[in-house]
Each structure stands twice: as C-alpha cells, then as structure tokens.
C-alpha cells in the first residue's frame, strides 16, 4: 500500500514531505515500529502539514502539524499516550487539538483525547485513515 499517495490525494497542496530516515535510524526504527509506519518513514521522515495565511510569509504555506510524526518524536509520544491512556499501540500522530492518533497491534486507529476516557476506533486500518 502507497500510504503517502494516500496522503498526498487526501492533503494535496497542504501536506509537506521531509527527508528519509537516514539508515542507522531506519534501523532502529525497525524494530520498534510496524511496517506501515515504517513504510512511511523510510520516504518521508514525518509529513507535515500545512496552511497558509495572507498575513503569514507573505501567503507561503507553513507547517502547523504532522500528519505523520517524525520518527523522533514517536517513542517518546507513544510513551506519554501509554502512561496518560494506558493500552498499547504507537502514537504516529495528534489531531491539532491535545488528542493523538494510535496504532493498535491489530492494524486498528484510535483516537485518545480525553484523560480517564476510553479511544474512539477511527478507522480499521491505515489505509481507511489516510483515505
């Protein structure tokens, strides 16, 4: 599955590719994340997205957020989502407004938003989220 084309017809012009993982944390990576993510990662180390303003940059797109987090940020996120919701899964992205986005072992996203709350299933699977 091209989950960046994916993305990329979902965001159009207000989604932003980065650089690759490079090798040694490609990896690492390997034996931490799924190999969706992973998949995504290895083109495009997080996907940023973007808007624009008039009154911003003189109406140049800017980011306000990952679509998809760089890896950096996933292990450290994912630990937060786990002591703060408790479950399991990876934490691959937010929603712009305090909640983040997992991937269940099973292939399923959820969304966390609410501290003592339980997820909301969004999608059955990476492919129906970034469709």
């Known amino acids: 599955m091209d989950y960046i084309a994916l993305i990329q017809k979902k965001y159009g012009d207000t ?8 090798k040694e944390e ?10 969706e993510l992973l998949a995504i990662l290895q083109r495009s180390n997080g996907i940023e997205e973007l ?3 008039p009154k ?14 760089p890896y950096q940020e996933i292990p ?19 929603n712009g407004a305090g909640g983040y986005f997992v ?7 959820w969304l966390y938003e609410y501290v003592g709350e ?3 299933l969004v999608a059955e699977d990476l492919a129906a989220y970034f469709g």
């Open 56 to 69: 911003v940059d003189d109406g140049k797109p800017f980011p306000i957020g990952y679509i998809v987090y």
């Open 76 to 94: 450290d996120t994912t630990a937060l989502v786990s002591e703060l919701y408790g479950g399991e899964g990876i934490a691959f992205s937010g």
């Open 103 to 109: 991937l269940k072992e099973d292939g399923t996203v």
């Open 26 to 35: 490609c990896e690492e990576a390997a034996q931490r994340l799924p190999a």
């Open 118 to 120: 339980e997820g909301e």
């Open 15 to 22: 989604c932003r590719l980065c650089p690759p993982l490079s």
């Open 51 to 53: 808007m624009t303003h």
